[in-house]
C-alpha cells in the first residue's frame, strides 16, 4: 500500500506547482488579442459565446493574454473574415465559410438540408469530424474549432410547400443554401447578415434563410411576419487564428490557446448560441403580428425530396477537391448519430 504525504506536505507540493505555473505565465510577454466578427455587439452569440470564452481564456494564461472585441464589421466585411485571420488584420476571426460558396467544400456538408436537428450535439459532430480535414482546407490559418446553428424560411407570405419558391428572391444562408433555391427556381440574393434587414425593407429580398433569435436581434422581424416550422437548414462556423500572432505567444500562452481551440467548447458554444436562437421560435409566436406555418408530414417530405440532388453535388464537389466525398458523408453522418443530433 502505498504511503500518503502528510496533509501539510501535500499543501506545500500544491503551493509549489502553483508558484511555478504562476512563473511560467510571468515570463509570458503580455499580449492583445484582436477578436473580430461581424455580429452586433449584443447579439446572442456574443454573450453566451464570444465574451465566455474570452474570459476563460483571460483567466487560464492569468491575465497574460487580454482579448479585445471588434464587433460588427469593425475591421472588415462579414465575407472576409477567413482572410483577416490569415492577413493579420485580426488575431481571432469568426468566419462563416459559406459566405465564400465553393472554397471550403468539405467543411460545406455541414450545410446540407435537414442534416442537423441539434445545434449542440451538431456542432460537436461537425467539429469531430471537420479537424481531419482543418489542415488541408484551412491550411493557411490555426483551425480552432467549429459550431453551427440550424435555421429556416422567414417570408412575407406563407410557405409550405417547395414549388412556391419558384420565382421568389430568397436572401440565402450560405452556398449550399443558395444551390438549394436555385434548385427550387427562386432567385438568390447575396448579402450578408447584417445587410439583410434592408434587402427585405427594400423589396429587393421576399425572403430570408435563418435561425429564429437573430430575426428579432438583427430587427429582421418588422420585415418578415411568417415562419416555417422545419429544420431547413444549418450554417457551418468557423474560429480561426493567425499563424504568426500564434506562433510569437509563450509556451504557456499557446497551451491557453490549444486548450480553448476544442471540441468541447465547440459543443458548449454550440449549445449556448444554437439553443438561444431556437428559443426564439416561442417569442415570435407569441409576438403580435407573427404567425409560424406548420407543416404536414408530407408536406415536410416534399421538401426532403427536393433537397435530395445536394447531397450528390456535395459527393462530386468533394471528390474533386480530392476527398472520398462518399467516405466523408458517412463519416459525418456516423458523428451525428453518435450524437443523436441527425435530422
Known amino acids: 500500500m502505498r504511503a500518503r504525504l502528510p496533509s501539510c506536505l501535500r499543501l506545500a507540493a500544491a503551493a ?13 510577454k503580455p499580449v492583445e488579442l484582436k477578436f473580430a466578427h461581424w455580429l452586433p455587439a449584443n447579439h446572442s452569440l456574443a454573450r453566451n459565446g464570444f465574451e465566455p470564452w474570452a474570459k476563460s481564456v483571460e483567466a487560464a494564461s492569468k491575465g497574460s ?14 465575407a472576409d473574415h477567413y482572410d483577416m485571420a490569415r492577413d493579420g488584420i485580426a488575431d481571432v476571426t469568426w468566419a462563416n465559410p459559406g459566405y465564400q460558396a465553393g472554397r471550403f467544400p468539405l ?8 442534416l442537423v436537428a441539434k445545434p449542440g450535439p451538431g456542432s460537436a459532430a461537425l467539429d469531430a469530424w471537420y479537424r481531419r480535414y482543418a489542415g488541408t482546407e484551412m491550411k493557411d490559418v490555426k483551425f480552432c474549432f467549429a459550431h453551427l446553428h440550424v435555421g429556416t424560411l422567414h417570408a412575407k407570405k406563407p410557405i409550405t410547400e417547395p414549388g412556391q419558391l419558384k420565382g421568389m428572391k430568397i436572401r440565402s444562408s450560405n452556398g449550399t443554401n443558395a444551390q438549394f433555391m436555385t434548385l427550387l427556381g427562386a432567385t438568390n440574393v447575396q448579402v450578408s447578415a447584417p445587410e439583410a434587414r434592408d434587402a427585405l425593407e427594400k423589396g429587393v429580398a421576399d425572403a430570408i434563410s435563418f435561425p429564429w433569435g437573430s430575426i428579432l436581434s438583427f430587427g429582421i422581424d418588422k420585415a418578415v411576419k411568417y415562419h416555417t416550422d ?15 500572432w500564434y506562433d510569437k505567444l509563450g509556451a504557456s500562452q499557446k497551451k491557453v490557446i490549444d486548450d480553448h481551440c476544442s471540441n468541447e467548447w465547440a459543443a458548449k458554444v454550440g449549445a449556448a448560441w444554437g439553443d438561444d436562437e431556437d428559443s426564439g421560435q416561442a417569442k415570435l409566436e407569441k409576438a403580435a403580428g407573427h404567425t409560424i406555418v406548420k407543416l404536414t408530414p408530407a408536406q415536410l417530405d416534399a421538401w426532403k425530396k427536393a433537397a435530395e440532388p445536394l447531397y ?14 462518399k467516405q466523408a458523408l458517412a463519416e459525418l453522418r456516423k458523428e451525428l448519430d453518435a450524437r443523436k443530433a441527425g435530422n
Open 16 to 28: 509549489v506547482l502553483a508558484a511555478c505555473a504562476a512563473g511560467a505565465f510571468a515570463q509570458d
Open 65 to 78: 493574454i487580454k482579448v479585445v472585441f471588434f464587433p460588427s464589421q469593425q475591421l472588415g466585411k462579414a
Open 107 to 114: 467543411i460545406a456538408a455541414g450545410e446540407l438540408p435537414f
Open 230 to 244: 422545419m429544420r431547413l437548414y444549418a450554417s457551418d462556423f468557423a474560429w480561426v487564428v493567425n499563424k504568426g
Open 312 to 325: 450528390g453535388q456535395w459527393v462530386q464537389g468533394v471528390d474533386k477537391a480530392g476527398a472520398n466525398g
